[in-house]
């Protein structure tokens, strides 16, 4: 069993037991009107760290474009037109600001600004991954670069399959011709 689904029981009862507790008191918030204050602080504005070198670099290696994934979905990444060396990352209606990672593996990350979301892309797939629902949004993702590469994979394991079998059928024509190459 998974973590988040080790708490589901408990925090169900809890939630229960609240709202079975309290009715009165629900009803009586919900008959007070809501109080208003001129004090309320504003939200921080948001704000992006300009790009580093590194990041600078890994932003002219990431795919960009629309990807094709699993289940007929589709992601789509393009360059911030508002931050330098950032993607904007869109999959379904949620679209994030996310900063361009080299990894040690060699792999991109594309990490949201907000810590929620994070893509990661190799050569021969990426996937959007939720990081604090700890799941995966869509896997299986190719960019028409990837798609490229991909492609040129397949082509050259056909090629190394077909290489051999060539071979013994140019021998056997030989044998049978007389005519052995040296």
């Known amino acids: 069993m998974s973590k988040p689904f080790r708490c589901a029981p408990i925090l169900a009862a809890l939630i229960a037991s609240a709202v079975v507790a309290t009715p009165a008191l629900a009803a009586d918030r919900i008959k007070q009107p809501a109080k208003t204050s001129a004090k309320t602080p504003a939200k921080p504005a948001f704000t992006v760290a300009d790009a580093s070198p590194d990041q600078v670099k890994a932003a002219e290696l990431v795919y960009y474009g629309a990807y094709d994934c699993e289940f007929n979905q589709s992601v789509h990444v393009v360059q ?3 931050y330098p ?6 999959f379904g209606k949620e679209s994030w600001l996310m ?3 080299l990894s040690s593996t060699g792999a991109i990350r594309l990490e949201d600004v907000r810590g929620e979301t994070l893509m990661v892309q190799i050569a021969s797939k990426s996937m959007l991954l939720n990081v604090k629902a700890g799941k995966r ?9 990837q798609h490229e590469i991909v492609d040129a994979e397949k082509a050259a394991k056909a090629a190394a399959a077909a290489a051999p079998v060539k071979a013994v059928v140019e021998a056997g024509t030989a044998a049978g011709t007389g005519t052995a190459s040296k």
């Not at 060396?85 to 869109?90: H, L, N, R, S």
């Not at 949004?137 to 028409?144: A, G, R």
């Open 99 to 101: 900063k361009p990672v």
């Open 137 to 145: 949004l869509v896997d299986e993702c190719l960019s028409p670069k």
């Open 85 to 90: 060396a950032y993607a904007d990352v869109k």
């Open 80 to 82: 911030s037109p508002k």
